[in-house]
């Protein structure tokens, strides 16, 4: 798909990244990774933001882990969870939605994690071995693994959500049908692993002021004369 119609045609990652940098607002409140990674710090109250994450906005589950973690007295732990009951785990983090399959899905996580020698492990596997860990668990998919493994692990992958999908398509990354890890490996080559946790949250932000799903702001967006899709799509892009 790379070629003169694609961003990569136009600009190379460096100068994309360069750009968005320069051009959006990256605020740790609001975003839950940052959030749990600033607040508690260990690598299972990471993976439980991430977690919470799932299927719902930053805005929910932020809401759902400072709940958790007053539940848990303060600090996200593997033995936290599983020291309180489960239905109130459940309470906790309901604004996250789904909270009944995330509440299984924590304290899994936690049981594992515990059995495989504590949050050390999260730590100190390889990467390639730590995704498999990550994935044999219930509950945890690849987006999870990998936002994990970019964030905690500044491993070498690029985790993709919804915005990342939409915008790897609108810059022509990708193809239209294009899965998740298609839309990875492209990104991944376009900005770089030096680049690519920094550049999946720089993403999410364009996504959520710029690139939206509806009504894409593409002539106040910050790439615009870069990104192929305005002139793919013609006026209507511009509304």
Not at 86 to 100: D, N, S, T, V, W
Not at 144 to 156: E, I, N, Y
Request: glycine share 8%.
């Amino acid at each position: 798909m790379v070629g003169v119609d694609s961003i990569a045609g136009r600009a190379n990652g460096e100068t994309v990244y360069r750009i968005l940098s320069q051009s959006l607002t990256v605020d740790w409140r609001d975003y839950v990774v940052l959030v749990a990674d600033r607040l508690d710090g260990n690598p299972y109250a990471v993976l439980a933001a991430i977690i919470l994450s799932q299927n719902t906005s930053d805005r929910n589950s932020i809401r759902a882990y400072h709940e958790l973690r007053r539940l848990l007295g303060g600090r996200v732990t593997p033995e936290a969870v599983l020291a309180v009951h489960e239905e109130k785990l459940i309470e906790a983090i309901r604004p996250a939605g789904l909270a009944r399959q995330k509440a299984r899905t924590l304290r899994e996580a936690a049981k594992r994690i515990i059995e495989a020698g504590g949050e050390k492990v999260l730590l100190e596997k390889p990467p390639e071995e730590l995704r498999s860990f990550l994935l044999s668990i219930p509950g945890v998919g690849k987006k999870t693994a990998d936002v994990f493994l970019s964030f905690k692990r500044r491993a070498p992958v690029f985790a993709v959500d919804t915005h990342a999908l939409r915008v790897a398509k609108r810059w022509r990354l990708v193809g239209s049908q294009a899965g998740y890890d298609e839309a990875s490996r492209a990104l991944l080559e376009f900005f770089g692993p030096e680049r690519s946790e920094e550049a999946h949250r720089l993403i999410i932000a364009l996504g959520r002021q710029y690139c939206r799903a509806r009504n894409p702001r593409c002539s106040e967006c910050p790439l615009h004369g870069i990104c192929p899709y305005p002139a793919q799509q013609g006026p209507e892009a511009e509304r």
